[in-house]
């Protein structure tokens, strides 16, 4: 061996001893901190940074000491609130979720095997059965950061909640067999996940969540948006559907599927949903517009007017079933005006046309875009000279206002 091969090695020995006699240093300091109960941020910030180093990773007696010091800063907060003393609830939240870390990555170290390729779990039972304890603490932490609209720490606290159920260090007290609380706690999961934007988190628990009846309605919600703004068509319309076939009242599926069903001009299917809706409800008034706008849409128009005047003679303030009819009625004019077939029809169509629109303008007198053109036309087959000359000055001053 060379004498600065030798060199080498030396240095090296002496910097593996020196960094063993700083470590022994540091976690008798923490050690000396947590007795004390003083200054535990920085024992904890002492023991992080050493884990830092990955050749720290494996040492127990660091994660040991770190736990330990997590611990006592609990005990602090708890006992404050205990005797009513001034202490920020959220801390001792956020201390609860650092010992379910520390003690699941201690177990994870444990259960590396030892050169003889043998496992010993010394810790595991007495780690399980104290995190047991303050399990609850997770589900809780979480609902309360929901409330503070913390989404970030709520999920956090809710995802590790979760997770113990799949862990072998709590593999004795099967979660997800005993745990009744487990799909409630993925559906606020999925809850913070979609209120971060954040598909991942969002879709990670769905499989549990979805167990979770009393919220069932608002997971599809989110499911559904969350496939929307991934630009996954195909799972959009499907959480969509199953939305609206379980809970038809809802009103969120029923006009979403119109619009989308309308804007890619599938009136087929678009009808159906609204034939379907109406089955549950004749009555609702948001269903049967959405039909008459269809049937408006298809050309169908004896039938749009007929469903549009079943509803102005119920409520005569619904200005919108005017707008249909009205356009219904100037259409067909417009239709049999191409071939100049029928005069008496076309100026029939055109009067019952002039009454609906005149009316949905009263109602909605800023809606230039929508009774403007129309009745222009109108106005001008009609030979109603004057109320032409306004129309086309309305027309104008829109045109000019909008440039």
């Known amino acids: 061996m060379t004498t600065k091969l030798q060199y080498i090695i030396f240095l090296l020995c002496m910097f593996i001893v020196g960094n063993v006699h700083g470590q022994k240093k540091e976690i008798n300091q923490a050690r000396q901190m947590i007795k004390s109960g003083n200054k535990l941020e920085s024992a904890e910030e002492m023991m992080n940074k050493l884990l830092l180093d990955s050749a720290n990773r494996s040492n127990t007696k660091i994660w040991n000491t770190l736990f330990n010091v997590v611990k006592k800063q609990y005990e602090q907060g708890n006992e404050k609130l205990y005797l009513k003393q001034q202490y920020d609830t959220a801390r001792l939240f956020i201390t609860t979720r650092k010992m379910f870390e520390i003690l699941e990555r201690y177990d994870s170290v444990e259960s590396i095997p030892d050169k003889n390729g043998k496992i010993n779990l010394k810790y595991r039972d007495k780690h399980a059965d104290f995190l047991n304890q303050y399990r609850s603490n997770l589900y809780n932490g979480g609902t309360f950061f929901i409330k ?3 989404y970030k720490e709520a999920y956090a606290m809710l995802d590790i909640y979760i997770n113990c159920a799949s862990l072998s260090l709590f593999a004795k007290y099967n979660y997800l067999q005993n745990d009744e609380l487990l799909p409630e706690a993925a559906y606020w999961a999925v809850y913070c996940g979609y209120k971060m934007k954040d598909t991942k988190a969002t879709l990670l628990h769905v499989g549990l969540a979805v167990k979770d009846t009393a919220h069932y309605v608002y997971t ?3 499911l559904s948006e969350t496939y929307k703004r991934e630009n996954d068509t195909t799972l959009y319309i499907k959480y969509l559907s199953e939305g609206f076939c379980k809970y038809p009242a809802s009103p969120f599926f029923f006009p979403r599927l119109i619009d989308y069903y309308s804007h890619e001009k599938d009136y087929n299917s678009a009808l159906n949903i ?8 004749s009555t609702n008034m948001v269903y049967r517009f959405a039909k008459a706008s269809i049937l408006l849409n298809t050309e169908r128009y004896t039938e749009c007017i007929d469903i549009s005047n079943k509803i102005i003679l119920e409520n005569d303030t619904l ?5 249909f009819a009205g356009l219904s009625y100037f ?4 239709r049999l005006q191409v071939n100049r077939n029928n005069r008496q029809q076309i100026i029939q169509n055109y009067q019952k046309a002039c009454s609906y629109l005149e009316r949905y303008r009263e109602f909605t007198p800023t809606q230039v875009e929508k009774w ?3 009745l222009y036309k109108i106005y001008y087959n009609l030979n109603m000279g004057k109320k032409f000359e306004e129309m086309d000055k309305i027309l104008s001053e829109s045109k000019n206002a909008n440039k």
């Open 372 to 374: 403007g053109m129309p």
């Open 331 to 334: 259409n067909q004019a417009t």
């Open 148 to 150: 503070k609209q913390n």
């Open 319 to 323: 200005a919108d079933a005017y707008l």
């Open 220 to 222: 599809l919600q989110y």
């Open 274 to 281: 609204a034939n379907a809706a109406l089955q549950t409800d």
